[in-house]
C-alpha cells in the first residue's frame, strides 16, 4: 500500500520528530500531534508545506479524534497513524507515585488504544490503513527499574497483535516497533553496557518508514536485538536473569545519571 498522509502523535521531539522528519525526506504528507499545539505548529513549520502540526493530550479521546479530523482536513485522508506518544518514569515501583503510575497508564497504553480505535473507524470503511504502535524492547524484556512502563509496553504488543488478528483481510495494517535503548531525553543518565549500544531516533524512523512501504509486522531496532529479546523471552526465568546480569542490564535502570533524568522529569512534569 502506497502511504502518502500520515499522523504522528508525540511528534516533537525524541523518535517521533525524527519520523516526522522522515516521513517527509520520503514524500510524504504529516500531521503533528503534542501537547503543545504551539510546538507542534513550529516543528511544522520547519518541516515545510507538507507538514502541519495541532495540539494532542493523547489521554483526551475528544482532542485524539479532533486531531485526526483536522489532519485529515489539512492534508487529507489519513493512510496511516502511528501511537509514538510516550512517557517512562525509572525507579523502585514501591515508591513509584500512584499518579505518575497512573500517568504512564493513560499515555503508554490507554493513548495508544484510543488513537487505534479512531484509526480503525476510518481505516475499516475504505479498506485500508495502517497502524503503527510504539512499544519498546521492555515489551519483551522487562527490567529492574521500569515496572510501569514495561507493563504499558508488554500490554502494547499484546493488544497491537489481538488488533492484527481481527483485522486480517481488512486491508489495515498494524506494526509494532520495538526499540532498544534510543539516544532520546528519555534515555537520559543511561549509560551502555557490554554487548549493547544506543540506536539513534533517526535510525528507528528509517526503520519505521521502511515498515508503511512494506507492510512490516513487528520490528525491532537495532535488528538483532530481537534476536535477545525473543531469547530472553523465552528462556525459563533463571536462566533471562542470568543473561540479564551479563550484559549489565540486571540494574543499568537504578545506575541512571540523577541530573538527567531530573530534566527528563521536567518535562514530563509539563504534562500533568
Known sequence: ????????????????????????RAGMSVAIGARSGTQSAAIAEQLG?????????????????????????HIGPL????????????????????????????????????????????????GHGHIVNMASAGGQVALAGEATYAATKHAVVGFTRAIRAETRGTGVRTTIVMPGFTRT?????????????????DAVADAIVTALR??????????????????????????????KRAFGLDDILFRAG???????????????
Open 214 to 243: 512494506t507492510g512490516r509486522e513487528e520490528l525491532y531496532v537495532p535488528r538483532e536485538l530481537g534476536t535477545v529479546a525473543r531469547l530472553v523471552a523465552g528462556t525459563p526465568p533463571w536462566i533471562a536473569d542470568r543473561i
Open 49 to 73: 508545506d507538507r507538514a502541519v502540526g495541532f495540539g494532542l493530550d493523547v489521554r483526551n479521546g475528544e482532542q485524539f479524534e479532533a486531531f485526526l479530523a483536522r489532519s485529515e482536513e
Open 1 to 24: 500500500m502506497d502511504v502518502a498522509r500520515v499522523a504522528i502523535t508525540g511528534g516533537t521531539r525524541g523518535i517521533g520528530l525524527a519520523t516526522a522528519q522522515a516521513c517527509v
Open 258 to 272: 540523577a541530573d538527567a533524568r531530573r530534566g527528563y522529569l521536567r518535562s514530563v512534569e509539563r504534562l500533568s
Open 79 to 126: 493512510d496511516a497513524l502511528i501511537n509514538n506518544a510516550g512517557i517512562v518514569y525509572i525507579g523502585s515501583f514501591v515508591h513509584e507515585d500512584p499518579a505518575d503510575t497512573q500517568r504512564s497508564l493513560d499515555i503508554n497504553l490507554s493513548g495508544v488504544m484510543t488513537g487505534t480505535r479512531l484509526a480503525l473507524r476510518r481505516f475499516l470503511p475504505r
Open 185 to 201: 531525553e528519555m534515555s537520559g543518565g543511561l549509560e551502555t553496557q557490554r554487548g549493547m549500544r544506543f540506536v539513534s531516533p
